[in-house]
């Protein structure tokens, strides 16, 4: 089985593992990185984004254990539109979080004009953080917590500069 997700992943954390390992448990893996044009466009905050090659680089060194772990193969790929990848015929899965469930039906919409088969869509529950939110990367790059969802402390920042 064929297994399609896409995301910017800046930076990889707990909830971003949690679907990498849905998607390994189902076929090999396909993963659609938003490109440096759209990247920006699928955050709800403003901010910074790494570059697509910092991102793939970083993205593969974490694939590379699920894949092992599950004796599958992966690819990663460049998005450059957000239903990208997943249109295409060959995959079987698509897996998402709760928040880019729609998308999914937007792309079943698309395969049927098309004359593919649907994709099966897996949603994946968010993984929370210590203090109950979701974990998600933007809390991340501004300090409220990890890539583990633990919350950070105030003086965690003057710790780190010093």
Not at 117 to 136: F, K, M, N, T, W
Not at 143 to 150: A, P, Q, S, V
């Amino acid at each position: 089985m064929d297994v399609a997700l896409g995301g910017t992943f800046d930076p990889v954390h707990d909830g971003h593992r949690r679907l990498f390992e849905r998607a390994f448990e189902l076929g090999d893996v396909t993963v659609g990185l938003t490109s440096d044009e759209l990247a920006p466009k699928t955050r709800h905050v403003e901010r910074r984004v790494r570059s697509f090659d910092e991102r793939k680089e970083a993205l593969e060194a974490e694939l590379e254990s699920f894949a092992a772990d599950h004796d599958r193969q992966f690819e990663v790929r460049c998005l450059e539109e957000p239903t990208g990848i997943a249109t295409e015929p060959q995959f079987d899965y698509l897996v998402v979080s709760p928040e880019t469930k729609d998308g999914g039906e937007r792309i079943n919409e698309i395969r049927r004009e098309r004359g593919h088969d649907p994709l099966e869509v897996v949603v994946v529950p968010h993984v929370r953080a210590e203090d109950g939110d979701i974990i998600s990367s933007t809390r991340i790059v501004e300090g409220e917590i990890d890539e583990h969802g633990n919350v950070r402390d105030e003086g965690d920042d003057a710790a780190e500069a010093n």
